[in-house]
């Protein structure tokens, strides 16, 4: 019988029959793990449940950091957003939490990022791009009106200019009457990263460094709530690094910022508890699960071990997470969705503390509402119908995620001993080691996609003819010129006198050892701008030049 297709026309390449791509020959996860055709006692090590396991919320947490996890309390839903004007992002917040996100997620634009003010020549056309424009105290207090500060948790993705961002939002609360003490929230304030990975920094790293330490030292006192850096792992994968990459080198930052900070004088406990991490979040559903659990149980010895923590927060490593931005394609965005979807999964199987999921649109532009609505509904889906958050780490106990869990680990630790005996993460960074590791791995996967050893749908396989076109989200232009004039009337408001004093006591301080937190305040305070702020550390400090890496 001759059955006629009375399918829809999807716009598919013909193909008859359709044809599936050929399975792999070899099995292994992106860091290079081989996996086995059936995890089972007769071929896995066996479980260590007193020394790798024992239960959520106990030593070392491969298992979560708490007892009742998402029983007691669900993963903060945040959604990363800021584009144009202050207002405009404003009222993109108060949409986000009008439609049930719990946390914001703040994203500056390029100049803001590297402490330029919207009126530098090098700021042209990069103005309210790919984030909001803060150029002032005026700017914070137009991008957080009328939003409750002491009651919504506030991450901020700011790294070389972190210090003057965090002393803009306490100068926030202080004009509303809102204690720092009762502040929660995050500032990336990860510059390492920035040097291998991704490049927006200022100042050398020596100085950069200061900044952190002085901004642990400053919070530990002024606003204890506050999580004074999140170490990043999500832009060294963004890059193309493997999982065990990016859970090594994560690590070895953070024990760069604990060296750092124990040789300025701070004490381990003082700080080690409002240090947090960034993870990324990509498709490998099995890997990614035991690479959250690998890095709660490596960071835990870290901080018993090789710090002599003893507050058992000190070795509870917490984390965001957000879903894989360089997973997503241009070419049939709708199937983004799923990809998110996976790996929200694997966040929410690992044990995450807070999670962003990506917009379907974000190959092609900014989240416009509609696809960022959709994005935070996949979080709720997850959460309130799936029942994934039912079952403290359900996965527990799978012969194959304890075995990956155990093969990441040992990967790590030989990385981050590689790096102890270069004498360091600065100086693996300096050598150029960590970013040819990067740029490696990068370079075979994509060697694997061009020869369609590694599928990625829509783009080697699975096309379409032609395209269906989805609505991308637009920044007008003439928000610079906009931005520009407000600048240009902040200044003249100001009390100059007032401002250039901040700003000379700054530089005084640089010169010297005292804590630039106060000074930084004083400044922002003062209505000195972000620009003016960094530009005078810099006739202090200097700036990079990053070394070429071959």
Same mark, same amino acid.
């Given at each position: 019988?001759i ?48 020394r ?29 957003a ?17 439609n049930?996100?719990?946390?914001l ?17 090098l ?6 791009k ?72 200022i ?7 200061r ?20 170490i990043?792992g ?57 690479k ?46 799923v ?23 974000? #190959? ?6 509609? &696809? /960022?609505?959709? =994005?935070?509904? *996949?979080?709720?889906?997850? %959460? ?48 150029g ?5 990067i ?10 996609v061009e ?37 240009? #009337? ?6 100059? &006198? /007032?401002?250039? =004093?901040?700003? *000379?006591?700054?530089?005084? %301080? ?5 804590n ?32 070429l890496?071959?």
């Amino acid at each position: 019988m001759i059955v006629k297709n009375t399918a829809p026309d999807t716009g598919e390449q013909p193909s008859s029959p359709a044809k599936q791509p050929t399975r792999k020959t070899a099995f292994e996860t992106s860091s290079h793990i081989e996996l086995a055709n059936d995890y089972n006692p007769r071929n896995t090590p066996a479980i260590d449940y007193e020394r790798d396991l024992n239960a959520p919320g106990e030593f070392p947490y491969t298992r979560g950091i708490r007892p009742d996890m998402y029983r007691g309390r669900l993963w903060t839903m945040r959604q990363y957003a800021g584009y144009a004007t202050a207002e405009e992002s404003n009222a993109r917040y108060k949409y986000l939490l009008a439609n049930g996100t719990t946390g914001l997620s703040v994203a500056f634009d390029l100049p803001t990022q590297i402490g330029l003010d919207s009126d530098d020549d090098l700021a042209a056309g990069e103005v309210g791009k790919v984030g909001v424009c803060i150029d002032s105290l005026e700017d914070m207090e137009r991008l957080f009106r009328d939003i409750p500060l002491d009651k919504v948790s506030t991450s901020m993705t700011i790294n070389a200019t972190a210090s003057t961002l965090l002393c803009l939002y306490i100068a926030v609360a202080k004009r509303r009457n809102i204690a720092p003490e009762s502040l929660n929230g995050t500032i990336q304030n990860d510059i390492l990263k920035e040097y291998i990975a991704r490049g927006t920094y200022i100042f050398p790293p020596a100085s950069s460094m200061r900044l952190i330490t002085d901004t642990f030292a400053y919070c530990a006192r002024e606003v204890p709530k506050w999580n004074t850096i999140s170490i990043s792992g999500y832009h060294i994968r963004e890059a193309g690094s493997t999982a065990a990459q990016e859970l090594a080198f994560t690590l070895a930052d953070a024990i760069a910022y604990t060296e750092a900070a124990l040789d300025a004088g701070l004490k381990v406990d003082d700080f080690a508890p409002r240090l947090s991490f960034f993870f990324n979040s990509h498709n490998n559903l099995l890997e990614e699960i035991a690479k959250f659990r690998a890095a709660r149980r490596l960071w835990a010895r870290i901080m018993r071990e090789r710090f002599n923590a003893q507050n058992p927060k000190s070795q509870m490593l917490r984390f965001h997470t957000q879903t894989a931005g360089s997973t997503l394609t241009a070419q049939q965005p709708d199937t983004n969705v799923v990809r998110t979807t996976i790996q929200a999964l694997a966040a929410i199987f690992g044990g995450t503390q807070s999670l962003h999921t990506n917009s379907l649109d974000e #190959a092609l532009g900014l989240p416009t509402e509609h &696809a /960022a609505r959709l =994005a935070l509904r *996949t979080q709720q889906v997850i %959460a309130f119908e799936s029942g994934v958050a039912d079952t403290v780490d359900p996965l527990a106990g799978s012969y194959a995620i304890e075995a990956l869990t155990t093969e990441l680990e040992t990967k790590a630790l030989d990385y981050i001993e590689r790096i102890d005996d270069m004498g360091g993460m600065l100086r693996a960074i300096e050598t150029g080691y960590v970013q040819r590791e990067i740029q490696e791995a990068a370079y075979e996967y994509q060697k694997l996609v061009e020869r369609e050893a590694a599928i990625v749908v829509g783009v080697n396989k699975f096309q379409l003819e032609s395209e269906t076109q989805i609505p991308v989200l637009r920044v007008n232009p003439a928000i610079e010129e906009n931005q520009i004039a407000r600048l240009k #009337a902040v200044r003249e408001r100001r009390d100059n &006198a /007032a401002t250039q =004093a901040s700003l *000379t006591a700054l530089m005084e %301080a640089a010169r010297g050892t005292e804590n630039l937190l106060p000074r930084i305040l004083s400044c922002v305070e003062a209505y000195a701008t972000v620009g003016e702020i960094s530009h005078k550390l810099r006739e202090v400090w200097g700036e990079y030049r990053e070394a070429l890496t071959v």
